[in-house]
């Protein structure tokens, strides 16, 4: 073997002290990434989690709509009481409510369809509040001895009524007795509600909401 120079080194060839030093210095590297890539995952993470939860908050769930709430007032009721009906009262009269929302019957008179269009019975009565120049319906209601002759006399009206602004079927459990329809008053903001319930026939006169209201509560 030939001499080696003193502190000649072989190309490639490390002293001990240089391999613990290359050692050392790769296991720091290691340590460096691995640390590097723990603080960016940490980051990541916490981004997720801010961007999940708090902005935009994509993983936050959405919450249920408040169910709406519909507030139905109460129907008005009368303060003023009912004129009573004759002792005679005919059951086509007493047929007829005390009230209806806050008007009252206060006053009942036989009615000219009797003799216009040859009704059994026939009677104009008054629904009011009670009070001076308060809320009013005029009733005129008459019955005959068949449906033919009742949907006559509704045919009739009508056509003297004008053009309804509305119309459709009167039933009563279910079953179609009749017809209505709503057509303009004689004068500005009042209203006609003509209908039929089988042999009888019914004309409601008054303020426009007034007397649809009315036809709707009015029991016959």
Do not use: C
């Not at 916490?46 to 109460?74: K, R, S």
């Not at 903001?189 to 004309?203: I, K």
């Amino acid at each position: 073997m030939a001499d080696r120079k003193p502190g000649y080194l072989t190309p490639g060839f490390r002293t001990p002290g240089e391999k613990v030093h290359q050692k050392s210095s790769r296991a720091a590297q290691v340590r460096r990434r691995r640390i590097v890539l723990a603080v960016v995952l940490v980051v990541v993470a916490g981004i997720a989690v801010v961007t999940a939860f708090f902005w935009p908050g994509f993983a936050q769930e959405e919450p249920e709509p408040l169910p709406e709430v519909t507030v139905t007032a109460a129907p008005p009721t009368p303060t003023a009481e009912p004129s009573p009906l004759p002792e005679d009262a005919t059951d086509f009269q007493s047929a007829m409510p005390d009230s209806a929302l806050q008007l009252v019957r206060l006053d009942v008179t036989e009615g000219a369809w009797i003799d216009e269009a040859d009704a059994v019975e026939a009677w104009d009565v008054v629904y009011a509040d009670g009070s001076a120049d308060g809320a009013r319906v005029d009733l005129v209601a008459g019955q005959w001895s068949d449906g033919d002759a009742a949907a006559e006399v509704y045919a009739t009206l009508l056509q003297a009524a004008g053009d309804p602004e509305a119309e459709g079927d009167v039933t009563v459990g279910g079953e179609t007795v009749g017809d209505y329809a709503v057509t303009p008053g004689a004068t500005a903001g009042e209203s006609v509600v003509t209908w039929r319930n089988d042999t009888a026939v019914f004309q409601a006169t008054g303020p426009e909401q007034l007397v649809q209201d009315f036809y709707e509560t009015f029991p016959m």
